[in-house]
């Protein structure tokens, strides 16, 4: 017998699973908080119904769901008051980078891009410094164009870059410019 217990495997995947569920279901809590400031009623806001149907894809519970409402319409006044920012910012390379934020703490989160920034090769950009790259419609950001990278060593130095960006609870969107 090797020592390993097969509970033991189990909980560890359990436990990651978990980790990874909870993640998504508070980037989605603090999205339906943000859509249901315009109305709670998702018959007279057609946002916050998107933001259920979504969260709902995810199996977020409904008692979730209706907790967010209530903070976002102001039913519930537990924690602090979320807000939506959007930074501009260039990867490695000089790669452009749009990062979209829910936060209730901006001087911690703008501490958090900045260092995984660093950490990653890029830095902030002055406001209007990459945004003219690309067009808002339907509520995304989407390129002028596309750069086809073709570099192994930048392609990691990104996907790391966009993994440890996507793993901030603050952050809710990447948009970049890059094929990958």
Avoid: C
Avoid at 25 to 45: L, Q, T, V
Avoid at 84 to 106: C, Q, R, S
């Amino acid at each position: 017998m090797s020592g390993h217990s097969k509970w033991a495997n189990i909980k560890t995947r359990k436990e990651a699973m978990d980790k990874k569920k909870g993640k998504v279901f508070s980037k989605m809590a603090k999205i339906i908080e943000i859509a249901a400031r315009k109305g709670g009623d998702p018959g007279m806001n057609p946002t916050l119904r998107l933001t259920i149907e979504n969260a709902r894809s995810v199996n977020m519970p409904n008692d979730n769901i209706e907790r967010a409402i209530k903070k976002g319409t102001g039913e519930d006044k537990e924690g602090g008051q979320l807000e939506e920012m959007t930074y501009e910012a260039y990867g490695p390379n000089g790669t452009p980078l749009i990062i979209e934020v829910i936060t209730d703490n901006k001087n911690r989160t703008i501490s958090e891009i900045k260092h995984i920034l660093n950490e990653h090769g890029g830095k902030l950009a002055e406001t209007g410094g990459v945004r003219y790259l690309f067009d808002r419609t339907e509520g995304e950001w989407k390129p002028k164009y596309s750069i086809d990278i073709t570099d192994e060593n930048l392609k990691q130095q990104l996907e790391k870059l966009f993994g440890e960006l996507d793993d901030n609870d603050d952050v809710n969107e990447i948009y970049s410019n890059v094929n990958l």
